[in-house]
Nanobody, 127 residues
Framework: QVQLVESGGGLVQAGGSLRLSCAAS????????MGWFRQAAGKEREFVVAITWSRGRTYYADSVKGRFTISRDNAKNTVYLQMNSLKPEDTAVYYC????????????????????WGQGTQVTVSS
C-alpha cells in the first residue's frame, strides 16, 4: 500500500505561482513513477506531468510545458510541482498518483495506469 498526501493548493492571481507537494508513505520503494493529474469542474481528469523515482525522467503535458516543473526528493519520499505563470485554465483539483508497476519502460500518462491516488488539492487561478 502507498499513501499519498498533497498540499500547497490555494488561490492565486493569473501569472502567479504555487508549489504543490505530495508526500508518499508505505511501500514507496516500489514506486516506478509519480504523476500529477488535474480535474477541472465538469471535465475529465487529465495528465499533467510525471517523474520516475530512480532516474528522474520526466514527461510533461503540452499545456504546462515550460511553466510547470516536477521534482522529487527521494530522501523525503516527496514529489513537488512548481507551477509558474498560472492561467485561469489551470484551475482544477490537482491529484498526485503513484505508478507501482514493474517492468514499465515508459512514463504512463493515463489514469488507470496509476494505482494509488491522493485526496487532491484545489488550485484556483483568478483572472
Amino acid at each position: 500500500q502507498v499513501q499519498l498526501v498533497e498540499s500547497g493548493g490555494g488561490l492565486v492571481q493569473a501569472g502567479g505561482s504555487l508549489r504543490l507537494s505530495c508526500a508518499a508513505s508505505g511501500r514507496t520503494f516500489s514506486n516506478y513513477a509519480m504523476g500529477w493529474f488535474r480535474q477541472a469542474a465538469g471535465k475529465e481528469r487529465e495528465f499533467v506531468v510525471a517523474i520516475t523515482w530512480s532516474r528522474g525522467r520526466t514527461y510533461y503535458a503540452d499545456s504546462v510545458k515550460g511553466r510547470f516543473t516536477i521534482s522529487r526528493d527521494n530522501a523525503k519520499n516527496t514529489v513537488y510541482l512548481q507551477m509558474n505563470s498560472l492561467k485561469p485554465e489551470d484551475t482544477a483539483v490537482y491529484y498526485c498518483a503513484a505508478d507501482t508497476s514493474t517492468g514499465r519502460w515508459y512514463i504512463a500518462t493515463s489514469s488507470p495506469e496509476y494505482e494509488y491516488w491522493g485526496q487532491g488539492t484545489q488550485v484556483t487561478v483568478s483572472s
